[in-house]
């Protein structure tokens, strides 16, 4: 039995002038909720949109907390709203965000995203589940014309094809079926310029050595400082575990 989830969030620049990363989480006495986006849209615009995305999820959970195909709609369409109110500004009229959202009730979990942001589930120190980027070079994967190893370093890499703040609403992949979480899964949430710099199996390797989710992101960022250089993106992270 889950007595609670130990979370550990993380966010840096990387080696850009600007952080257009957000994250953020609230645990209740009977569901939790874990957001992060990954900002775009000039000037400030991408800074406005990941934090615009990730109170109003919050906020929008913590006034109806659930755990529900629906309660995920009523959560990520909170963000798209409050992202479409703020687009009327000029300077961030074109601001758009991905967004990769998680809600549990500490024995189920479901979540939800849009572009590039992903979600990772560790069942027994092993990856169980990851979503699929809805970008170009995911496309490109699944119809065969590249490898997923691919993915990373492919020339459209940032062509995303879904984000909350575009017109005609939120167009994200919910999990349809509740998924079971016991004691020691965890979760990776985190946005493109972490995943694109650390492979899956180093995410494992360091799990396997860490006792926490803060000892884990350690080892996790350590190897991302140590591969990245120049203009690298920002790199953000929440990580999870159940215990």
Known sequence: MIESFKTQPFTHRGGRPNNEDYCGFVTLEDFACWAVADGAGGHAGGEVA??????????????????SVSHLNKYLESAQ?????????????????TIALLVSDYNNALWAHAGDSRIYMFKDGRIYFQTKDHSVPQALADSGQISTDQIRGHEDRNRILKSLGTEGGVTATIMGDKVSVRRGDAFLICTDGFWDNIMETEMEIDYAKSETPQEWLTHMCGRIVRRVDGQYDNYSAIAVRAE
């Open 50 to 67: 990941s934090e615009t995305a990730v109170e109003a999820i919050l906020d929008a959970f913590k006034a109806d907390p659930g755990l």
């Open 81 to 97: 709203q409050e992202i479409i109110k703020k687009q009327k500004s000029p300077d961030t009229s074109s601001m758009r965000t």
